[in-house]
């Protein structure tokens, strides 16, 4: 089984921190065995994640975190940037399209753009993963909630950190039955549903201090293009 972090960002997302360097240096500290960067409507960041795992003794994984008009989607294993504010299903359609799969990243938070309280359960169960396990939760409630959902409708599940600083890359991983150690390995095993999940959440300091800086950040950047 390899240990695969599914969910981070760099400082390319508008809430991020460090630069992919950092997050691979940690995912290699922490055991990994790939990482995929998933900045918030960005790619350039991950791809060059992705190009420099193999220095790092990681399988790197291209991805990214659409924001589509129902909310968030991981695409994972694109190369090219998926395009935001489409329709969820449009949204998975244009995913696969690139040879990727599309996960759904806390899908019963509407706080933090979940899409359960957008679609229908059909329609959320046309994934092609749940995550079921994001550690940057107070409660566990929408946790618990999302594995529920994906056993009810046979889903795979994934885990996330969701970090965006480089010291939570790993706080929470999908274990992945992969037959190789590659990234179409990876994937395959994920749409296959030959994973599991494990992780722990994300200490509260740390969490509000992610978002006081993502705040802080967004704000930088807001009059950063004012000016």
């Known amino acids: 089984m390899l240990s695969v972090e599914l969910h981070s960002h760099s400082e390319l997302s508008y809430d991020g921190r460090d630069p992919v360097e950092m997050l691979l240096e940690q995912a290699q500290a922490v055991g990994l065995d790939a990482l995929a960067v998933?900045?918030?409507?960005?790619?350039?960041?991950?791809?060059?994640?992705?190009?420099?795992?193999?220095?790092?003794?990681?399988?790197?994984?291209?991805?990214?975190?659409?924001?589509?008009?129902?909310?968030?989607?991981?695409?994972?294993?694109?190369?090219?940037?998926?395009?935001?504010?489409?329709?969820?299903?449009?949204?998975?359609?244009?995913?696969?399209?690139r040879g990727g799969i599309a996960v759904v990243p806390h899908p019963f938070q509407s706080s933090r753009s979940g899409v359960a309280p957008n679609i229908s359960a059909a329609t959320l169960a046309s994934a092609d993963a749940i995550e079921v396990y994001n550690s940057r939760l107070l409660t566990g409630r929408a946790n618990r909630k999302a594995e529920r959902f994906a056993r009810t409708h046979n889903r795979p599940m994934t885990a996330g950190s969701d970090a965006h600083i480089a010291e939570m890359v790993g706080q929470a991983v999908t274990r992945v039955g992969a037959d190789e150690r590659s990234l179409d390995a990876i994937l395959d095993a994920i749409r296959d549903g030959r994973t599991s999940v494990e992780g722990k959440r994300t200490p509260w300091h740390i969490s509000f201090r992610q978002a006081a800086g993502g705040a802080k950040r967004r704000v930088k950047n807001r009059l950063a293009e004012f000016l």
Do not use: C, N, Q
């Open 38 to 97: 998933t900045d918030h409507d960005e790619i350039d960041a991950s791809l060059r994640a992705a190009d420099l795992a193999e220095e790092y003794g990681l399988v790197g994984i291209p991805g990214m975190e659409v924001t589509s008009a129902d909310g968030h989607v991981l695409a994972i294993g694109v190369e090219e940037a998926v395009p935001s504010g489409k329709p969820f299903v449009d949204t998975l359609d244009e995913i696969r399209d």
